[in-house]
């Protein structure tokens, strides 16, 4: 009872108690994964490829920023709005909408691996995978396969993981001269997240 009181009266114990992310939060995260907006017939706008890239950057901010209550309000509906957003761009816009995609699937990878929903997360990193497969994106690829490393070492699947970075880094060592800037250091991470399996 004294921790609640604290956090009605003390003023630093009431914004950490805000900043937390409760189970009906990570449940809203779950039930966001379980929806497959894509299926459903649509006769509205397309969802803008900028707007998504926008609301995911903020939660990508959030996320470093330890602002975890604002990527679990915000995050179900950036999932629900990313996959149309993949299905209804056009082809010139079909990168970068997979990419949003991609980054948003791993945002709820890492929130789901943080309150120990292990299953679920790696399901989210699977997704981010296959998205990125989809998409033929050596940059999504190689975040993917991180997020999807990780899920795995959280449920005792360590080899597995270490397996999937080492295909990744064979798959995009011959682009790594010829893009470096963006690919030379998420090669040398994929190297790092093997270290630390």
Known sequence: IFGWVSALIDGEAAERAAACVDD????????????????????????????????????????????????????????DDAQIAVQTAPEAERVDTYRVLVTTYRLASSMLLKFEAHDIAWLAADRAL??????????????????????????????????????MADRMRTEVNGNEVHLLSLYGMLYLARSEE
Do not use: C
Not at 31 to 37: D, I, M, S, T, V
Not at 134 to 156: F, I, K, N, P, Y
């Open 24 to 79: 009906a939060e990570v449940q809203a995260i779950r039930a966001a994964l379980g929806r497959y907006p894509g299926l459903a017939a649509r006769d509205g706008e397309p969802i803008s490829v900028a707007v998504v890239q926008r609301q995911a950057a903020y939660l990508d901010h959030a996320w470093l920023a330890s602002r975890f209550a604002v990527v679990a309000q915000y995050l179900p509906k950036l999932l």
């Open 130 to 167: 296959h998205t990125a497969l989809a998409a033929d994106d050596t940059w999504s690829l190689a975040r993917a396969t991180r997020s999807v490393a990780r899920a795995m070492t959280s449920s005792q699947h360590g080899f597995a993981a270490i397996a999937a970075l080492l295909n």
